[in-house]
């Protein structure tokens, strides 16, 4: 099956700063790559699709400031949490699907503690 | 729009006995589904999916489930568990299959625990 790899896969950071996530389709290309975001022992919810050369599109109560996603080439997406705080630790997970395919596959998740 | 509902959050079983995770999902249109499993600090690995045609499918790992539209269902079944399988399964519905990908609508959720 086609492979979506995630960079780095935990990461802590101080209060304030920004942390930059990156997600990969190592095998085929994507046009569109979704972002979600998990808290412990929930759900996945949807943040955000990320469309290559175009606008993200957000969901609704996503804070599209504070959650830069940038998809720059047709492998490669970036989530940036901007000026972190605590509450947004969280496991984020990205993932893609092959053109024609239908099925999305995953990354490995980011687990991003913030100080 | 399009909502899953994973009744149990919880469900322990003994090894080798057999499990059924329950899902039901609402939708005002023709719906696609699918079961995950995702173990802890991991990202999520397709277990099946239906997208059209006979309503028994067939997965990976010895899993299968069944979809009945009258009953607006999807379980996921198991005749006889491993210790390996224990981890948390989401159930998930896309209400569009582009080549692009689905936008998926998740469950909450269930916990398998395998005990010996």
């Known amino acids: 099956g086609a492979v979506v790899s995630q960079h780095p896969s935990r990461v802590i950071c101080k209060s304030g700063t920004s942390v930059k996530i990156e997600c990969r389709s190592l095998?085929?290309?994507?046009?569109?790559m979704f972002w979600y975001r998990q808290f412990p022992k929930q759900s996945l919810m949807l943040m955000a699709t990320s469309n290559e050369g175009s606008k993200a599109t957000y969901e609704q109560g996503v804070e599209k400031d504070k959650f830069l996603i940038n998809h720059a080439s047709l492998t490669l997406s970036t989530l940036t949490v901007t000026s972190a705080h605590p509450e947004d630790s969280s496991f984020y997970i990205c993932?893609?699907?092959?053109?024609?395919?239908?099925?999305?596959?995953f990354g490995e998740g980011s687990r991003l503690t913030v100080l | 729009a399009q909502s899953v509902t994973q009744l149990d959050s919880q469900v322990p079983v003994f090894e080798e006995a057999p499990v059924e995770l329950r899902c039901n999902y609402s939708?005002?249109?023709?719906?696609?589904l699918f079961w995950y499993v995702q173990y802890p600090n991991q990202g999520l690995q397709l277990l099946l999916k239906?997208?059209?045609?006979?309503?028994l499918v067939k997965g990976i790992n010895g899993f299968e489930a069944e979809f009945n539209k009258s009953q607006t269902s999807f379980h996921l079944r198991k005749p006889s568990v491993h210790i390996s399988d224990t981890a948390e399964y989401f159930c998930a519905v896309s209400e569009g299959l582009t080549g692009g990908g689905n936008k998926l609508t998740f469950g909450t959720g269930t916990q398998l625990k395998v005990e010996l």
């Open positions: 993932s893609a699907s092959p053109t024609g395919k239908g099925e999305l596959f």
């Open positions: 939708s005002s249109v023709s719906v696609y």
């Open positions: 095998d085929f290309q994507a046009t569109t």
């Open positions: 239906y997208l059209s045609g006979s309503t």
